[in-house]
Antibody, heavy 127, light 110 residues
Framework: QITLKESGPTLMKPTQTLTLTCSLS??????????VGWIRQPPGKALEWLAI???????RYSPSLKNRLTITQDTLKNQVVFTMTNVDPVDTATYYC???????????????????WGQGTLVTVSS | QSVLTQPPSVSAAPGQKVTISCSGS????????VSWFQQLPGTAPKLLIY???KRPSGIPDRFAGSKSGTSATLGITGLQTGDEADYYC???????????FGGGTKVSVL
């Protein structure tokens, strides 16, 4: 059974650094053709894509946030860690991690689609 | 303002059909595969359609996706009360991405 579970703080103060962990079950973060991405959703608003790390360690970031984001993988713990620096109240959102699966006979970052999602974790930024 | 444009809401009576459009450009829908996600109230998004028109295992054929040029469409036939949810399109974007989502469409069953 494939599952993803996000964990981390629920309340942050402005300027702090947010660190979230995505724990994976049923698949390996380093398996060929796998990626793990982060997506967030402010209350009552649309989904916003943030970052992805691929099975080979390659990473992609949202252009508007790339200076604040870092995504890494821990193959021993089978986890993906996401950090966002200098948080602000506008960063209040539910943060999801999701598995990216590469379609057959395709190479490149545009070959992945998100087939399994975690339940999400709500992070509130407030002074 | 989302890169992909969806109508804010659509509605229909039980048993009827609704269609949700997703409009993009050559850098996203025009050159990449489209996915659709269903988000029931208070839950995480769930993959509904991938590669424009493919359904994951367990998704009923009442849900159908298509793509033409720089637009994609999700159709839901035989509408049920359990289909009330927000629906999002998403795809890779070589210019604004890497990945972009639509603004979401709320489906209501009258």
């Amino acid at each position: 059974q494939i599952t993803l579970k996000e964990s981390g703080p629920t309340l942050m103060k402005p300027t702090q650094t947010l660190t979230l962990t995505c724990s994976l079950s049923g698949f390996s973060v380093s398996a060929d053709g796998v990626g793990v991405g982060w997506i967030r959703q402010p209350p009552g608003k649309a989904l916003e894509w943030l970052a992805i790390i691929f099975w080979d360690g390659d990473m992609r970031y949202s252009p508007s946030l790339k200076n604040r984001l870092t995504i890494t993988q821990d193959t021993l713990k089978n986890q993906v860690v996401f950090t966002m620096t200098n948080v602000d109240p506008v960063d209040t959102a539910t943060y999801y991690c999701a598995r990216g699966t590469r379609r057959p006979r395709c190479s490149g970052g545009n070959c992945y689609f998100y087939d399994y999602w975690g339940q999400g974790t709500l992070v509130t930024v407030s002074s | 303002q989302s890169v992909l444009t969806q109508p804010p809401s659509v509605s229909a009576a039980p048993g009827q059909k609704v269609t949700i459009s997703c409009s993009g450009s050559s850098s996203n829908i025009g050159s990449n595969y489209v996915s659709w996600f269903q988000q029931l109230p208070g839950t995480a998004p769930k993959l509904l359609i991938y590669d424009n028109d493919k359904r994951p295992s367990g998704i009923p054929d009442r849900f159908a996706g298509s793509k033409s040029g720089t637009s994609a469409t999700l159709g839901i036939t035989g509408l049920q009360t359990g289909d009330e949810a927000d629906y999002y399109c998403g795809t890779w974007d070589g210019r604004w991405g890497p990945w972009v989502f639509g603004g979401g469409t709320k489906v209501s069953v009258l």
